[in-house]
């Protein structure tokens, strides 16, 4: 097994043709270049080699929560498939104190590429402190500065995210993933009478909760950009309608501006308003409307289904899927109205568009030959490529640093159900969520506060 | 004739809807009167089946819609609501609104042979409600529906 300095792994880690980063960590390595440009090489990725020892437990610390906090920030960077732990039990020493020098020959004997070093303490006002560097061990440097974080313990995990976080954006360069959430509907029972919940959990399954709600169906529920507001679908009155839900106190509110059928809902990314699409005698469009004052703005007027709204980052556009041309299509309107343009021009059927929080791309829904597929492509409609391929893939959802995605995967027949995964926008790297339901239309939010 | 209609019911029963729980329910009752909503169910028919991906009805369509105009304004104090579903092979938001597109397509043609605008309302399930679970075309075009349900009313205002 070779060893990769944490820097040549940089050179071969890319997604796209040229990638401009500026972080803390490349200034550390490079005082003279801060901007560091990487060339794009879509060969085979080999995972940096990670070792993370429990955290050395300081002034009363709980060693369970020691050893987790090292197992939760193993979990999280292996999952992103560019990282593997190594095993603790092959470690040859663990370390003792936070502030001894790093015995390198330790770590480099096992082939580490990358070492996390950290302690937690429990402070006399009942809070953790939690501390930890970040080492490259063939350089035998420090990949930008150690952190120190308090909470309280109840808090351990997000500061392991935090953590992750912080590991994943000196390593690679790209934007905070794992201190997020997924909401999602989760499903029990034969799929003829399917009972439909919604749900939370963190990014990685933990912490899985139930939302309160009435037992009517619900479908697809949206993060506000703050974290804190649920939008979703349900079916309360007997027909389909979008209603808010407050998370902290599970507060449902309707919006009575949005009578009739009314359904896809999203928010736009400074959560003044929402994008929907609304049914009246038939006809399906597309409507924006802004929450503070309850203004609903129709946007199409088309006599096809215009529906799965999802707003551009920067609030000016929306793309949407639509079978004015004939079968279901994507395209971009200005939220000012005015012709819609269509982006997607493949054989097969395009659907559920939404939009990257980065900008750059737009996930969809593909239907061709009897496959559905998950798949990217710029907002240009070019450089299309199809991640996935299943009897049923739908629905992506995108993580807050727009890299990677999750969508759920419903297996066929009378047994059939729905399971969400997650995969890397390059198409490596499939991986199913573990949940204790079948589990559907996930969705992200973003880094949370 | 009633009684006709009724034997022959039977005899599909006892031919092959051992596994339809409404059929099977309905065995149990001694009589099913014609004006019964079970009689609208299973001898009218409540169910209009569509083509992939389409809303047009079919002649098969038309047929069973007529017969429900003729029993349908033999009760006019019965409300109706129109239930569009979609099979499992499209995702769920266009689900949704080709669902709407068939309850709508049912609304229109009852509309049009004289049924009353404020009794009926519509409701789409889009691929929420599979009538059948097996993912092939044999379940999928019984999936493919909308259903006439008798005696419920959604508010047009809700």
């Not at chain 1, 909760?209 to 009435?214: E, F, I, N, S, V």
């Not at chain 1, 529920?221 to 979008?242: D, L, M, Q």
């Not at chain 1, 499939?430 to 239309?441: H, M, N, Q, V």
């Not at chain 2, 499992?88 to 709407?100: C, D, H, K, S, V």
Request: hydrophobic share 35%.
């Amino acid at each position: 097994m070779v060893r990769q300095s944490v820097l040549k792994f940089l050179k071969i880690f890319s997604f796209t043709s040229i990638l401009f980063i500026n972080s803390s960590f490349v200034a550390a390595q490079k005082n003279d270049a801060p901007k560091l440009d990487m060339t794009v090489n879509r060969g085979v990725i080999k995972p940096l080699s990670l070792a993370v020892p429990s955290f050395i437990k300081e002034s009363g610390a709980n060693s369970i929560i020691s050893r987790e906090l090292a197992k939760v920030i193993s979990n999280n960077l292996d999952s992103t498939g560019l990282f593997k732990s190594i095993p603790q039990s092959a470690y040859v020493s663990m370390p003792l104190s936070f502030n001894t020098p790093v015995q390198f020959s330790d770590w480099s004997i096992i082939n580490a590429d990358v070492l996390v070093m950290g302690s937690v303490g429990l402070k006399p006002d009942g809070r953790l402190e939690v501390k930890f560097r970040l080492w490259d061990v063939s350089q035998q440097k420090e990949i930008g500065k150690g952190k120190q974080y308090f909470t309280n313990s109840e808090s351990w995990r997000r500061i392991s995210h935090k953590i992750s976080d912080t590991i994943y954006t000196r390593v690679t360069g790209e934007g905070a993933y794992f201190d997020s959430r997924v909401v999602f509907v989760s499903e029990t029972g034969p799929k003829d009478n399917r009972t439909k919940r919604l749900a939370i959990m963190d990014q990685d399954g933990a912490n899985f909760r139930l939302l309160k709600h009435p037992p009517s169906l619900v479908i697809a529920p949206r993060f506000s950009p703050t974290t804190n507001k649920i939008i979703f679908t349900g079916y309360e009155t007997g027909k389909p309608r979008v209603y808010l839900m407050d998370l902290s106190s599970e507060e449902i509110t309707s919006l009575p501006e949005l009578k009739g059928m009314s359904f896809a809902p999203r928010f736009s990314a400074d959560g003044s308003q929402i994008v929907l699409s609304m049914t009246e005698n038939g006809n399906t469009d597309i409507f924006i409307n802004t929450l503070s004052t309850g203004v609903k703005r129709r946007l199409t007027t088309n006599n096809a289904i215009d529906t799965a709204p999802s707003f551009s980052p920067d609030g000016k556009s929306i793309v949407f899927e639509s079978d004015r041309g004939g079968g279901q299509q994507l395209y971009i309107i200005s939220t000012q109205g005015g012709d819609a343009k269509r982006i997607s021009f493949g054989k097969g059927r395009y659907a559920t568009p939404v939009w990257s929080p980065r900008g750059d791309l737009i996930a969809f829904t593909k239907i061709k030959e009897g496959k559905f597929h998950i798949g990217v492509m710029r907002v240009d409609g070019t450089k299309e490529r199809l991640l996935t391929t299943s009897f049923l893939d739908e629905g992506p959802a995108w993580a807050p640093n727009g890299r990677v995605l999750m969508f759920f995967r419903e297996t066929p027949g009378s047994a059939g159900a729905p399971s969400i995964y997650s995969i890397d926008i390059s198409g490596r790297n499939l991986r199913k969520i573990k949940t204790s339901s079948f589990a559907s239309d996930p969705n992200w939010s973003p880094i949370l506060n | 004739m009633k009684n006709i209609g009724l034997a022959f019911f039977v005899i599909l029963l006892l031919v092959g809807c051992e596994n339809d729980k409404s059929f099977t329910n309905s065995l149990d009752k001694a009589q099913i009167s014609e004006s019964d909503i079970e009689y609208f169910q299973n001898l009218v028919g409540d169910t209009v089946l569509f083509t992939v991906d389409q809303s047009g009805l079919r002649p098969d369509a038309i047929s069973i819609l007529n017969a429900q105009v003729n029993w349908l304004k033999e009760k006019k104090f019965l409300p109706i609501t129109i239930e569009g579903h979609a099979d499992e092979q499209g995702t769920r938001e266009y689900n949704l609104a080709l669902g709407a597109r068939r309850a709508t397509a049912v609304r229109e043609f009852l509309l049009a042979k004289g049924i009353e605008q404020d009794r009926i309302s519509i409701v789409t399930y889009g691929k929420e409600r599979p009538l059948r679970v097996c993912s092939n075309e044999e379940c999928w075009s019984k999936n493919r529906r909308a259903v006439t349900v008798v005696g419920k009313k959604l508010l047009s205002s809700d």
